[in-house]
């Protein structure tokens, strides 16, 4: 398991639904550089690998990302 936590705005809760959307970015992304890929290639990443990626937010206290992989592939996908 890897967690990337950060102490900032945290994401709106009406936002988080669209955080692995592809080229969405929130309502406060105008004041930071960026594409809004980011999230969305980090899932398809994790995803192919056997994984899965969750994002939890306190909206004014932060955001934590939680990446779990397997230690070993699956035997179906050695396939």
């Known amino acids: 398991m890897l967690q990337v936590a950060d ?17 969405w970015r929130g309502r406060a992304a105008g004041r930071v550089a960026g594409s809004g890929i980011g999230l969305a290639v980090a899932r398809e990443v994790v995803v192919a690998h ?29 396939g």
Not at 9 to 23: K, Q, S, T, Y
């Open 50 to 78: 056997g994984g899965t990626i969750e994002v939890a937010s306190d909206e004014g206290a932060g955001t934590t990302v939680t990446i779990r992989l397997p230690l070993a592939p699956s035997p179906q996908r050695l």
């Open 7 to 23: 102490s900032g705005p945290g994401i709106p809760a009406d936002e988080l639904p669209h955080v692995f959307d592809r080229l």
